[in-house]
């Protein structure tokens, strides 16, 4: 007898208590006097049985559906538990029920014969039945599991395995054992996708520490833009952003040379009403360490937070003052840190008398430097390398070679083994006092015996098991003597390279002792010889040098090409130096200051028009690329060329002197934007120059470059097609220290052009009638001009006629 089922579930097997009776015999004829047997009580439905009416029925269905799932017929085993599930009134101990064992195996099957969406599918349909699978599976199963997504994962088919992931996640299933998160972060930031670094380590519970390791990680590889989306990523999870997560983005910021970001970055706590610890008031300063009037402020706004600095904060507070600077404040935090140590609230550390023992090295301050070298012994703070090297280097920097050499003897005494760069230090000491000979002394000394060390026995016994490698004699008296070895560096041999000269040759030789010692030039050595080469005026041995590391693989930068620009300029070679200078962009090196400076100062004059064009073509491009430059200098050379189409300019410097001051601070960008134009223009364009905002001495100059670059096309065989217009306009300036009007500038260029040049003008746009040349009239000196009294107000234009222009032209050809 079949059982009724819901309209829903799938047709069960009978229940365990209406088993099928066996065949039996036939039964012999019934005795009519015989009383007739009680028929068996009918079954009830399905549907009819409660949970808590018959519990058999329930153990039964999970026995069957438990074998079902270990015969991998998964997707009837849903059937079925999906049937049972309302029948039995939605009552979680069905699940208890299933064996975990089969299940266990069917899945196992499942990933191996039919693949991970197909159990990524039972996953689903069984939680949509309440029926745990992904918890219940053991651990060859989970295995199973694991191992097809770290197929996935190994196939890098990313999208897909984050997808699964987070589905088995879903489902309940122990993501942690698949793999290690950070190993497939660490994929995504080499893909640069943090997107999806995001997405995936959203899925785990500690999310906000794996996000702040991948923003590290980002970091690393100086992607600001990436990193910044992780953090936007951990400001946006629910529990708000933590100070780790701050401090190590600012950190990222110092590491990417973005101090404004992480301004930014402060700024906005600050706006969201959370107060920074101390941490990162401290990654916030370090990394402006290079702005003191910023890294003030931050400390000052500490303060009124209520956020107590610490002693890393005032270390800051001194590297900042160091690397601008500024001694004296930095003498005042020392000491302000010292009273503090006095009342126990700090206890200096070596990193802050290094910092100082800096500061006063860098001012060339030995005394100060040996103050400090006693408040550490004081304290009972030992030096370190760091230390000594910087009290070597103070001694040093003032020139005091021998004190500086008893310096490194007492390190060693003191159980702290010196460095190439300490040695370095004391042979750079020798070179920037010309001390040459000595320093190739020095060198020789150490490196054929290096430096030895007379101990007295309680010396040496403090030193014993020391990390030396020292080379121990024993004398018949019985002291010790200590023999440290000197290893030089490339960075050694350098310095004596910088100690040749001007002589190449020894240079060279430093160069093959270096080769044959193991070591490899670098750029640097062969920047000083092409150096050297210049100095001595060999422009062929610096351009070989140049070619010769390009041969050897060495990547140039912006201060090699310098040199060899430099080398270029000091043998007068500017077309060989800007050939040199176009290069140097094409490989896509930005050119820095110095390399502007170099080819500006190349000349001390121009004799044609591309020559000024090609300044000023550097000049403009110094000026787009933030670079200030000598105005001053530049305006000079452009007088010099202008003035050139006179016959003589030397009675001229007067005038120019009322305008050309090296001591304005004012910028002449109008001016050489004018200049620029003007000179860009072809001759058979319309030539109108405007000088309007320009004082007069700027507006004459203007005037005359573009009559000096009509008759360079002249006499190259271009005509004059057109008139020449110069616009003056109507209103004031004030740009120099003497207001200047259209009057003014008008009448200065109108004297230059007739009485100076001989050239016929006219005056305003609607006057036809031309201002003569007066050749009889005197010269008057440019430094007392006057507007005379029967010059009309100007109407803002003079124009020079072609014809005018023509016939000047002509005369100026033959003459020349």
Same mark, same amino acid.
């Given at each position: 007898m079949?059982?009724a ?5 799938p /047709?069960?097997p ?11 015999p ?6 009519a006097?015989?009383?007739p047997?009680p ?18 029925a ?5 026995r069957v559906a ?7 017929r ?6 079925a538990a999906?049937? +049972?599930?309302?029948a039995?009134g939605?009552d979680?101990s069905f699940a208890a029920r299933?064996s975990a064992?089969?299940?266990s195996?069917g899945v ?11 159990v ?8 949509r039945?309440?029926?745990p699978?992904?918890e219940?599976?053991?651990a ?6 694991a ?7 190994e196939e890098?088919?990313?999208a897909e395995?984050v997808e699964?992931?987070e589905?088995?996640a879903?489902?309940?299933f122990?993501?942690?054992g698949?793999?290690?998160p ?8 080499k893909?640069?996708?943090p ?5 995936y380590?959203?899925i785990?519970p ?8 991948t923003?590290e990680?980002?970091?690393?590889r100086?992607e ?5 989306t ?5 400001k ?10 701050c401090?190590s983005?600012?950190d990222?910021c110092g590491?990417?040379g ?5 301004r930014?970055?402060?700024e ?10 101390t941490?990162v008031?401290?990654s916030l300063m370090?990394?402006n360490?290079h702005?003191l009037s910023y ?10 937070l209520?956020?107590a600095p ?7 507070l001194?590297?900042?003052?160091c690397n601008?600077?500024?001694?004296n404040?930095?003498q ?6 010292k009273?503090k140590?006095c009342?126990g609230?700090?206890k ?7 910092t ?5 090295a860098d001012a060339k ?7 400090i070298?006693?408040d550490?012994?004081a304290?009972g703070?030992?030096?370190n390398l760091?230390t000594w090297s910087?009290?070597i280097?103070a ?5 005091l070679v021998?004190?500086?050499i ?8 003191d159980?702290c083994?010196p460095?190439?760069p300490c ?9 920037k006092?010309?001390q040459?000979?000595?320093?190739f002394?020095l ?9 030895k ?5 309680e ?5 014993d098991?020391?990390?030396?490698t020292?080379c ?25 390279m910088?100690?040749c000269g001007?002589n190449?040759?020894?240079a060279k030789?430093?160069m093959?002792e ?5 070591l490899?030039?670098d750029?640097?050595s062969?920047?000083?010889?092409m150096d050297i ?6 422009r062929d ?8 590391m390009q041969?050897i693989?060495?990547r140039?930068?912006v201060?090699a090409?310098t040199v060899?620009?430099?080398?270029c300029?000091?043998?007068k ?10 290069e140097m962009?094409a490989?896509q ?5 110095v390399?502007y400076?170099t ?5 001390s004059n121009?004799?044609?028009? /591309?020559?000024?064009q090609?300044c000023?073509?550097?000049?403009q ?8 430059a ?6 000079? +050379?452009?007088v010099e ?7 003589s ?5 007067d005038?120019y002197?009322?305008?050309?001051q090296?001591k304005r601070?004012e910028?002449f960008n ?10 860009q223009?072809d001759v058979?364009q319309?030539?109108?120059v405007?000088?309007?905002g320009?004082?007069?001495?700027e507006?004459?100059?203007v005037v ?6 009509i ?6 065989g271009?005509?004059?097609q057109?008139d020449v ?7 004031k300036?004030s740009r120099t220290?003497?207001e200047?009007s259209?009057?003014d500038?008008?009448?200065a260029?109108?004297?230059v052009?007739?009485d100076?040049?001989g ?7 609607g006057s036809?009638l ?8 005197p010269?008057?000196s440019?430094?007392n001009l006057?507007v005379?009294?029967k010059f009309?107000?100007?109407?803002g ?6 014809n005018?222009?023509n016939?000047?032209?002509k ?5 020349d």
């Amino acid at each position: 007898m079949a059982l009724a089922m819901t309209s829903s579930s799938p /047709q069960p097997p009978p229940p365990s208590h209406r088993r099928r009776r066996r065949p039996q015999p036939a039964a012999p004829t019934p005795n009519a006097n015989a009383k007739p047997k009680p028929r068996a009580k009918a079954l009830p439905l399905l549907s009819d049985v409660g949970v808590g009416r018959d519990p058999s029925a329930i153990k039964y269905y999970a026995r069957v559906a438990s074998n079902l799932a270990g015969a991998g017929r998964l997707r009837d085993f849903l059937l079925a538990a999906e049937g +049972l599930r309302a029948a039995a009134g939605d009552d979680p101990s069905f699940a208890a029920r299933i064996s975990a064992r089969l299940l266990s195996r069917g899945v196992a099957a499942a990933v191996r014969d039919r693949g991970l969406p197909h159990v990524l599918e039972f996953l689903r349909d069984a939680q949509r039945v309440r029926v745990p699978a992904a918890e219940m599976l053991d651990a060859d199963a989970a295995d199973a599991v694991a191992a097809a997504c770290r197929m996935v994962l190994e196939e890098r088919r990313m999208a897909e395995f984050v997808e699964v992931v987070e589905a088995l996640a879903r489902y309940g299933f122990y993501v942690q054992g698949i793999v290690n998160p950070m190993d497939v972060l660490k994929i995504f930031v080499k893909k640069h996708d943090p997107y999806m670094a995001i997405r995936y380590a959203r899925i785990f519970p500690n999310s906000q520490l794996l996000l702040c390791n991948t923003m590290e990680a980002f970091g690393k590889r100086k992607e600001l833009k990436s990193a910044l989306t992780v953090f936007g990523a951990l400001k946006g999870q629910l529990g708000g952003i933590n100070m780790f997560a701050c401090r190590s983005v600012i950190d990222i910021c110092g590491h990417c040379g973005s101090s404004v970001q992480a301004r930014i970055i402060f700024e906005g706590l600050l706006a969201d009403k959370i107060t920074p610890n101390t941490y990162v008031f401290n990654s916030l300063m370090n990394v402006n360490a290079h702005s003191l009037s910023y890294n003030l402020s931050v400390y000052k706004h500490m303060q009124n937070l209520g956020v107590a600095p610490d002693l890393t904060s005032y270390n800051i507070l001194l590297k900042t003052c160091c690397n601008a600077r500024e001694f004296n404040l930095a003498q005042e935090i020392y000491e302000e840190m010292k009273k503090k140590e006095c009342d126990g609230l700090l206890k200096l550390d070596v990193f802050t008398y290094s910092t100082m023992m800096k500061v006063f090295a860098d001012a060339k301050m030995w005394k100060m430097a040996s103050n400090i070298k006693e408040d550490m012994q004081a304290g009972g703070v030992r030096l370190n390398l760091v230390t000594w090297s910087s009290l070597i280097n103070a001694y040093a920097n003032s020139g005091l070679v021998d004190r500086a050499i008893e310096i490194l003897e007492e390190m060693i005494r003191d159980g702290c083994q010196p460095t190439a760069p300490c040695f370095n230090i004391i042979l750079t000491a020798c070179v920037k006092s010309c001390q040459y000979d000595r320093a190739f002394r020095l060198f020789s000394s150490w490196k054929k015996s290096g430096i030895k060390i007379s101990l007295s026995p309680e010396q040496k016994r403090c030193l014993d098991g020391g990390a030396f490698t020292f080379c121990k004699e024993y004398p018949s008296n019985g002291s010790t003597t200590l023999v440290v070895p000197f290893r030089p560096t490339v960075t050694t041999y350098n310095i004596l390279m910088k100690a040749c000269g001007t002589n190449a040759e020894r240079a060279k030789s430093v160069m093959n002792e270096m080769r044959r010692n193991g070591l490899c030039p670098d750029l640097i050595s062969w920047s000083i010889l092409m150096d050297i080469h210049g100095t001595s005026q060999n422009r062929d041995g610096a351009i070989q040098a140049l070619r010769r590391m390009q041969r050897i693989g060495i990547r140039l930068n912006v201060s090699a090409y310098t040199v060899a620009i430099k080398a270029c300029v000091a043998n007068k070679d500017l077309k060989l130096a800007l050939h040199l200078f176009d290069e140097m962009k094409a490989h896509q090196l930005k050119p820095n200051l110095v390399t502007y400076k170099t080819l500006l100062i190349a000349r001390s004059n121009y004799g044609s028009l /591309q020559e000024v064009q090609q300044c000023l073509a550097i000049y403009q491009e110094m000026r787009k690329a933030g670079y200030e430059a000598n105005d001053y200098y530049l305006k000079e +050379l452009i007088v010099e060329w202008c003035e050139g189409v006179l016959s003589s300019g030397s009675d001229n410097r007067d005038f120019y002197n009322l305008d050309l001051q090296p001591k304005r601070k004012e910028s002449f960008n109008l001016f050489l934007e004018k200049v620029a134009t003007v000179l860009q223009k072809d001759v058979d364009q319309n030539q109108i120059v405007d000088v309007r905002g320009l004082s007069k001495v700027e507006a004459r100059i203007v005037v005359l470059s573009v009559l000096r670059k009509i008759k360079e096309q002249y006499l190259l065989g271009t005509a004059v097609q057109d008139d020449v217009v110069i616009i003056t306009g109507h209103e004031k300036t004030s740009r120099t220290e003497i207001e200047t009007s259209a009057v003014d500038v008008e009448h200065a260029i109108v004297t230059v052009l007739t009485d100076d040049l001989g050239l016929e003008v006219l005056i305003g746009p609607g006057s036809h009638l031309p201002v003569l040349p007066n050749p009889k009239a005197p010269t008057k000196s440019r430094s007392n001009l006057q507007v005379p009294t029967k010059f009309t107000r100007p109407q803002g234009v003079i124009k020079i006629p072609v014809n005018s222009l023509n016939h000047w032209l002509k005369k100026k050809a033959a003459r020349d």
